[in-house]
């Protein structure tokens, strides 16, 4: 029997077998294709352990088989060959029928705070070729993994660097979680110092790309981040930041009610128009409303992440604007400074203006922290690695 012959006769046992098969997966090239994403062929990073052990029983191994290749997944180790516990013979299976490492690693900075920033590449499909950016910041007793969702983004706010970048597509659950488990995998080879977090504690969708413009990919990586036989983080140690997609941002309170972050950036709709044009699509008004239904847990809250622009939006009527706007009982304001890029006609307010922007926030009721910027040495803002790399002609 040809390579291909077997595939095809995996494939046909598969069919018998697998319960998924109602949404029947198709053979394309020699990989397997769930029907609902017939373009991104069954990835590792993201397969569910049930999916994983029809697959692999179909091929005739034993039930327990899959349990190993997913344990070895969860810890980031993505490659068969590096699974030393399991046969030869179903390291090429997996090689041949599932795409088991989306991503390559391109380029790694590391600031002195401790922060890592990551340039992977995509490894197959129509998007092969082009590249993501993911963040880890450690703290004492946490971890985050900042992860894009898209190459480049569909929206166009002027003052963001990927706004300014083409949109080229959305990532595969696969993908987007391949992120996570990448730097899973860089922190069990090279921990970070003792007095740093070296492990993955929380996960935040706030890199390159509007997440809920990407609703399959999201959601699926979503169940897979949660799955209790997946990474198993509790959806309060997610955070989703959107533009405000109103109808998604619903959609996403009834599917996964994670943690939200609104990119807020201005409280009256003639700026926010400018600064956010999705906001002419769904104004303030309808926003309000809608996180006014969005379901949180106790103590949870929706956070309005507010980029401080020098002039634009930190006059004082933005304080007043914004005291109208946020509800005092669900929501907190994170004033974040601008990172500046080439090219930028936008510049930060200074430190001190955003201390006392913020202190006037407190004294009207309002929760409102100054996010602490880390990566500085290394420009983690979303976008800048992959430009530089542009800049530089380096992108393959
Ligand atoms: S701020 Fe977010 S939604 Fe707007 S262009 Fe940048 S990545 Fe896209």
Redesign the pocket.
């Known amino acids: 029997m040809n390579n291909e012959q077997h595939r095809v006769a995996s494939f046909q046992a598969a069919a018998l077998h697998l319960d998924f098969m109602l949404t029947g997966p198709t053979l394309i090239d020699g990989k397997l294709y769930n029907a609902s994403m017939q373009q991104n062929p069954l990835q590792l990073p993201a397969i569910t352990l049930e999916k994983l052990t029809a697959l692999t029983e179909s091929w005739g191994m034993p039930h327990y088989r899959a349990k190993q290749v997913i344990q070895w997944r969860n810890r980031g180790i993505l490659n068969p060959v590096d699974m030393l516990n399991i046969p030869g013979e179903l390291r090429e299976r997996l090689s041949s029928s599932l795409i088991c490492e989306p991503l390559k690693l391109v380029q790694r900075q590391c600031s002195t705070d401790g922060t890592r920033k990551y340039l992977f590449m995509l490894t197959s499909g129509r998007l092969k070729g082009k590249m993501v950016e993911s963040v880890y910041i450690p703290e004492e007793k946490r971890g985050t993994v900042c992860i894009s969702s898209q190459v480049g983004?569909v929206?166009?706010?002027p003052f963001?660097h990927?706004?300014t970048q083409n949109f080229e597509g959305n990532l595969s659950s696969g993908e987007i979680v391949a992120q996570v488990l990448a730097v899973k995998h860089d922190l069990l080879k090279e921990p970070l110092a003792p007095e740093l977090n070296s492990s993955v504690t929380h996960v935040v969708y706030m890199g390159?790309?509007?997440p809920l413009a990407n609703e399959e990919g999201v959601h699926e990586s979503l169940s897979s981040l949660t799955d209790p036989d997946g990474l198993k983080l509790s959806k309060r140690r997610i955070t989703l930041s959107t533009?405000g997609l109103v109808p998604q941002i619903d959609r996403l309170g009834e599917v996964a009610s994670v943690n939200l972050a609104i990119?807020l950036h201005a409280a009256e709709n003639r700026l926010r128009d400018e600064l956010?044009p999705i906001n002419r699509k769904h104004p303030l008004q309808e926003l309000r409303q809608c996180l006014n239904r969005y379901s949180l847990g106790k103590q949870r809250h929706i956070t309005l992440e507010y980029v401080m622009l020098d002039g634009i939006n930190d006059r004082p009527e933005d304080i007043e604007l914004l005291a109208g706007f946020v509800n005092r009982d669900r929501e907190r304001v994170n004033l974040i400074s601008f990172n500046t890029y080439p090219g930028s006609s936008y510049t930060g307010s200074s430190k001190q203006h955003m201390n006392e922007f913020a202190k006037q926030l407190i004294s009207k009721g309002i929760r409102a922290t100054v996010r602490r910027s880390r990566g500085q040495d290394i420009m983690a803002a979303?976008g800048q690695l992959k430009a530089e790399r542009k800049a530089e002609n380096r992108e393959p």
């Open positions: 983004c929206l166009d706010c963001c990927t706004g390159m790309g509007e533009s990119s956010v979303c």
